[in-house]
């Protein structure tokens, strides 16, 4: 069967090669954020760093531009070429992710990753909507749940690569090796993944109108509010998960004695394990059960964050690796349903030439307060544990943040209702 980049006719040979290829690309989104957290120690080991330094490092100095700077190109892609825009974002995180192995200092060290948050602003959202716009709605939430894996995977591949190179060479050499992989694969995924003609997508003149300003985009999503309740309650949760993703490493070092590699080898089986498990899961669930109500959609995540709770508290606090180890395995699965079911409702919440600029505008709020401030308020409660505490308090700081899994679960069931009227289609 002939490949086809027309969304109209592309085979559903061709839409797999896309969502393959997307699929690579956002597996390098999280791999690039996930090696600084596998090599805290020795990062700040060499460079006399505190854990909120190393907080900073890993959520706003990221967060702050990838954050702002998401709704403007997800403006660009949706008035130009998604493709183009996803090539060009992928390139310089990559070049700048390869920089971060040559800092020395914390002042260089953040300026890089603002670097790399620039270029991963424009990633995500194009990529949301470029699914939304090769698949059929039935499978949406499943194609979306398939593109999310890059999640657990990338988060993976960064424990793991991340440890490896740093035991065998070094950590400077850990960040280049992934840096160079990323500006390799991009013109790679330009020549692949054609742009999806618009006019083949929806040529109803309420969706041409509505593409043509972001201000449009904005006071529709305003006006709703399941939107407003489901961003809140993915940062919540986002605040939880990246900072556990970046700290839990350091725990395992502290607390339980891990080597770096070990370390690496036991977190990179967990998020490999449950994160694709999960990941894949709520896609499925919201697939299968949300076409009868629209508020699974947000009831699914509600339910998976209140279990994932007391598994993670009673893995922190555990006395055993291998004990632990089973613990995390399911909320490491729980922790990221949620992606599939909302990042499909928020999809439902525009027309179709709204979707990048909509998912921007949700990535925003979701990022600047998840992933801005996840590794930086368990950092800092950290240090101010040490004196109580000594190595374990890094262990008692991730503990107590769980409790933001609470509230992200307490605002999703609070959109239940909003998200059915809010609905389009």
Known sequence: ?????????????????????????????????????????????????????????????????????????????????????????????????????????????????????????GGVAPSYAMIADYFPPHQRARALSIYSLGIPIGLAAGALLG???????????????????????????????????REAVDTSPTAKDAGVSVWTVFALLAAKPSFWLMSFAAAFSSLCGYGLAFWVPSVLIRSFGFSLLTASQYIGSLLLIGGTIGVFAGGWLADRLGGSDRGTYAKLPAIAWLITVPLFAAGLMSGSPLLAWFLFLV??????????????AVQYLVPPPMRATASASFLFINNLIGLGLGSLIMGRLSDAMTAQHGADALRYSTTYALGFYIVAAALMLLAVRPLRRDWIG
């Not at 070049?95 to 620039?118: E, K």
Request: include cysteine.
């Open 1 to 121: 069967m002939p490949l086809s980049p027309h969304v109209g006719t592309a085979s559903p040979r061709y839409r797999a090669l896309v969502l393959a290829m997307l699929l690579l690309v956002y597996t390098f989104n999280f791999l690039d954020r996930q090696i600084l957290g596998i090599l805290v120690a020795p990062i700040k080991a060499e460079l006399h760093l505190t854990d909120t330094q190393m907080g900073a490092l890993g959520g706003i100095a990221f967060a702050l531009l990838y954050s702002t700077l998401a709704i403007p190109l997800a403006v660009v892609a949706d008035r130009t070429s998604r493709s183009w825009v996803i090539t060009i974002s992928l390139t310089i995180w990559s070049a700048f992710t390869a920089l971060c192995g040559i800092a020395t200092g914390f002042w260089q060290f953040f300026a890089f990753r603002l670097g790399v948050g620039v270029g991963e602003a």
């Open 163 to 197: 440890g490896v190179i740093a035991s065998a060479v070094n950590w400077r050499w850990a960040f280049v090796a992934v840096g160079v992989a990323g500006v390799v694969i991009a013109p790679i995924f330009r020549l692949v993944v054609k742009e999806p003609p």
């Open 331 to 344: 909320p490491n699965g729980l922790n990221i349903l949620w992606l599939g079911p909302v990042i499909t």
